[in-house]
């Protein structure tokens, strides 16, 4: 937890410059002053709003579009 307040400077989403967005967007935003090597791609939230843990068990089945192999120890990107 960085526990570190930034501002944004710029929103976009496909491409282009927004205002705002809502819950399931997928947005691209610019921080000032935020060192990238400190993130993992992932989620932002409002403090306090999404609940973390730190281990799951899923059960998941590989859809036929996902061409690669599937190897233990994978990271993959889960939507819950």
Known sequence: HLKDEKK?????????????????????ICVAGLDAKVLERGLVCAPGTVPTFHAAVVSARKIRFFKSAVRGGSKFHVTI
Do not use: H
């Open 8 to 28: 944004i400077k710029s929103m976009q989403m496909f491409k282009k410059p927004v205002d705002s967005c809502a819950r399931g967007d997928r947005l691209g």
